[in-house]
């Protein structure tokens, strides 16, 4: 598998931190660690911090990474022998959001702990075989929509009629129910080597961060935009009118989430974090912003900014986080869990 295990100030972080690019609950992509296991139930709870109570959706777990949900399921990444950057072979799981027992749609396979859902099916990528895949939620046949890619994907994202990835050097995108792998564009500044790209998807355009700033390419393809330059991007999320990520803290301050209008303007501070706190990943809706952070918890932050609430508190080594219409969900990747909140 290729190694998105990079330094820190990068789209990931070194040592025992690795940040999910973009989560996926309805277009963007999720993403941090990789793996296999089943085990969890439904149904045990304690109190959030001021979210109201955390329900766990499934225990036991390898290594739970990368998530995304769609209102009607949770899906999430495993990984059975990962390093610190959470390499490895594992599985796809799902479960229904109500809770049940976590179902391993796929086995043994590479798949990086990148993934993105729509309403019916999971989509990963086999960096080491070159592919991207998809396979339903409930259960079913995996296709391979993608296969014997000459660069392997690095982060992946859906929207209503494709499935788009970046492979660090330039964007493609392939239908829904397959066809032509198109190169929609490509920057130089995708390939440094101190950053892995991450990815988001929006009615808006396609959204890569790079090592100092985030890139606009459109949907058709062509040429990209810079929309924000000097930042130190994490974890990258977008809606049809801005684009949000998470800033690496700075020797002048905490980390920050910061937003972009889609046509461009002033970078904007939504919120600034506390010393050390490392925001693991990233995911938005209609009304706020949601965050992990690695020694810290989950929050929200309005769009337009202001007091970050807290909704639980988070594990030493956060995975992914995501949402649908009535929950925030997140995996814990040192503790084996994979939890829920209300919004």
């Given amino acids: 598998m290729k190694d998105v295990h990079t330094l820190v100030g990068?789209?990931?972080?070194?040592?025992?931190?690795t940040v999910a690019c973009s989560p996926s609950s309805g277009g963007g992509a999720s993403h941090p660690d990789g793996g296999s296991s089943s085990g969890g139930g439904s149904g045990s709870s304690s109190g959030g911090s001021s979210g109201g109570a955390v329900t766990t959706l499934a225990s036991g777990q390898k290594n739970p990474g990368g998530i995304a949900a769609n209102g009607s399921y949770v899906a999430w990444t495993t990984c059975d022998a990962c390093l610190s950057n959470l390499n490895g072979q594992g599985s796809m799981m799902a479960v229904p959001v109500a809770g049940g027992t976590p179902v391993a749609l796929v086995s043994n396979t590479d798949n990086g702990a990148f993934l993105a859902?729509?309403?019916?099916d999971v989509y990963w990528f086999g960096p080491d075989d070159g592919s991207v895949s998809?396979?339903?939620l409930a259960g079913g046949t995996a296709v391979a929509l993608a296969q014997n890619l000459t660069d392997d994907p690095i982060d992946i994202a859906v929207d209503s009629t494709s499935v788009y990835w970046t492979?660090?050097?330039s964007i493609h995108d392939i239908p829904l129910a397959g066809g032509t792998n198109k190169n929609l564009g490509s920057d130089p500044n995708l390939t440094d080597a101190y950053q892995t790209p991450c990815l988001a998807v929006s009615a808006a355009g396609i959204f890569a961060t790079t090592a100092t700033g985030v890139l606009m390419f459109p949907l058709a393809g062509g040429?990209?935009?810079?929309l924000a330059s000097g930042q130190i991007p994490l974890a990258i999320a977008a809606d049809a009118t801005s684009v949000y990520w998470t800033n690496s803290e700075t020797g002048g301050g905490g980390a920050t989430i910061?937003?972009?209008?889609v046509t461009g303007g002033t970078p904007v501070t939504l919120a600034t974090l506390p010393m050390l706190a490392v925001p693991m990943a990233i995911t938005v809706d209609a009304s706020n912003v949601y965050w992990i952070e690695g020694l810290g918890s989950v929050k929200k932050v309005a769009l337009a900014g202001g007091t970050p609430v807290v909704l639980a508190p988070a594990p030493t080594l956060p995975g992914g986080i995501a949402v649908d219409a009535t929950s925030v969900y997140w995996t814990d990747t040192s503790g084996g869990s994979v939890f829920k909140t209300a919004k």
């Avoid at 040429?223 to 810079?226: H, L, Q």
């Fill in 117 to 120: 859902i729509d309403a019916t």
């Fill in 167 to 169: 492979n660090g050097a």
């Fill in 10 to 17: 990068a789209s990931c972080l070194a040592l025992s931190l």
């Fill in 258 to 261: 910061m937003k972009v209008a």
């Fill in 223 to 226: 040429t990209a935009t810079t």
């Fill in 134 to 136: 998809k396979i339903p």
